[in-house]
């Protein structure tokens, strides 16, 4: 068998990588045991690390001396052994290295280690950061440092230092809002501190919208509070109004039934006191909003009799007017023809309805005298203008060759 010694060059520069490659391959594995605290697998990867040394350093003394006696004797008895020796050698060293190298590896991925830990806090988006007392930082993450940097303008390198500059608990760092906290904890028999610091930008964002809204709601509720507060004064305002206008109404109507009685005639007198009894009776109540229109109609009718008044109207009220548009009417009927009697000792009253896309227009015109200036509304007209606004309606008057009191309504739905 050919002894290695003799080898040809090529042949032992082969033999001479291969060797330096397991060296190569065995100081990585020495490295990667020592960053994951393997010691067992430190000594296993020494082993074959070593004797790969020593295989390259006899080929290397070999190639460098030759034959000759000027380098250590065990290098010149190793190159006596034959060739397919230094052969199975190498391949066993391959096969150990590389089982070593797996082992290692995969002991890193499947199990958790120092080094595991230390890229999957640095991966995290929140800072950590664990100092004892004096302030030596035992562990920083990447985002804690960057963060350190920031605010403090230096690296981290004492923890109680950066603590005082981050303990208020939240600080706005590149239009970010962080959240740090900290708390003590026992680790191998020392109290050491530890800090986390989390970026709360969307929580505060969204904190700061609600309480805007909450702001908002509370005035809308207070204002709420309010209308409901008002809606009674404004019925009771408004029933009292109503109010007013019916005693208005009926006064007027009662007291020009009487002067305008002939004292002579009994019939009349019987009808008059008969007035006064009924309308005695209503103005101890409130107006009927539930009666209907005949009734209604019937109290107008008897009132223009009773002023001596000649009544022309269809008496059947346009379709589509809602109750309390129909009761507005009828107080506006009767303010006209107590009016009329009252004012422009008129005979004759003709009411009429208009319908336009505007509205409703009910017109109230009679023959008797037409003032003359600006009509000022006042007393019954002033009552009835304020009912039609709570009503969405209008009150005018147009003076020309007769005087016509005019009621709008809207097409806009009543309620």
Partial sequence: MTPV??????????????????????IFSIILA????????????????????LVWQVLFDIQLFGTTKNYADLSLKLGAYP?????????????????????????????VTPNAIKLCLDKMPCGVCLWNDSGKVFFSNICINRLCIDITGSPLLNGNTFYDAVKDGIVTVAEKR?????????????????????????????????EMDKSELSRINRELKEYNLGISDTVRRAE????KVNIHDEMNRLMLSTVAADGDDTAALDTIFTLWGQNALLLCMEADKSADNNAATLRIENLAEALKIQLIWPEQLPEGLSERQTGLFFSAAQEAITNAAKHARAKFMEISFEQSDAGLLCIFKNDGDVPSGNVCFSG???????????QDASVSVSVGKTFDLILRFNNQPDG
């Fill in 240 to 243: 009292i109004l109503q109010a």
């Fill in 83 to 111: 060739r397919i020796y230094l052969l199975l050698f190498l391949t066993v060293l391959t096969f150990t290295a590389m089982l070593i190298l797996v082992v290692v590896v995969r002991n890193s991925r499947l199990k």
């Fill in 34 to 53: 020592v960053t994951q605290k393997l010691y067992y697998h430190i000594i296993t990867a020494l082993v074959p690390f070593l004797l790969s040394y």
């Fill in 178 to 210: 962080w959240h740090f906290s900290c708390r003590d904890i026992i680790f191998g028999g020392e109290r050491l501190h530890e800090l986390i610091a989390s970026d709360i930008s969307a929580e505060y964002a969204k904190t700061q919208a609600l």
């Fill in 5 to 26: 010694i003799i080898l040809s060059e090529l042949a032992r520069s082969v033999f001479s990588l291969w060797a330096f490659l397991l060296c190569l391959i065995g």
């Fill in 380 to 390: 019954g007209l002033y009552n009835l203008s304020e009912l039609a606004v709570r």
